[in-house]
């Protein structure tokens, strides 16, 4: 599939010299392709780290300083917590910069629950489950 994230893929973000800090974690029922990004620090950082670079000054995220905790094994989606308490999901672009749209991408959107990053999570497992 398109940008869907390898075994090698994720173990060369790994394997990168990147200092751990820690990673938020919550209380969400991880179902394939989702997974915590706490159980994969160095990953986590990484991820982090290009976040940080998408999001510039004019997209919709960049007041509320995105932090990633989880990600899609099966595409380039993450999820992140605003510091606001709500929650957004994004796709990164892996540009490693602002894109030539910064309004516009990396294309995010914004849950105000919990529960509706749950349900989300249950949609995007049902959906990869149908694909199989």
């Known amino acids: 599939m398109d940008g869907e994230w390898s075994r090698s893929k994720i173990l060369q973000w790994e394997r990168m010299n990147i200092p751990e800090k820690p990673i938020p974690e919550f209380p969400l029922t991880y179902k394939t392709p989702w997974f915590p990004?706490?159980?994969?620090?160095k990953l986590g950082v990484g991820i982090q780290k290009e976040l940080e670079k998408e999001i510039g000054p004019l997209h919709p995220l960049f007041p509320f300083h995105p932090v990633a905790f989880a990600k899609s094994g099966q595409s380039d989606d993450i999820l992140a917590v605003l510091n606001d308490g709500r929650f957004a999901f994004v796709h990164l672009v892996w540009h490693g910069h602002i894109d030539s749209m910064p309004t516009k991408f990396p294309v995010s959107s914004i849950v105000n629950t919990l529960?509706?990053?749950q349900a989300e999570i249950d949609r995007a497992a049902a959906e990869y489950l149908a694909d199989e």
């Open 37 to 41: 990004m706490a159980t994969r620090a």
């Open 115 to 117: 529960d509706a990053v």
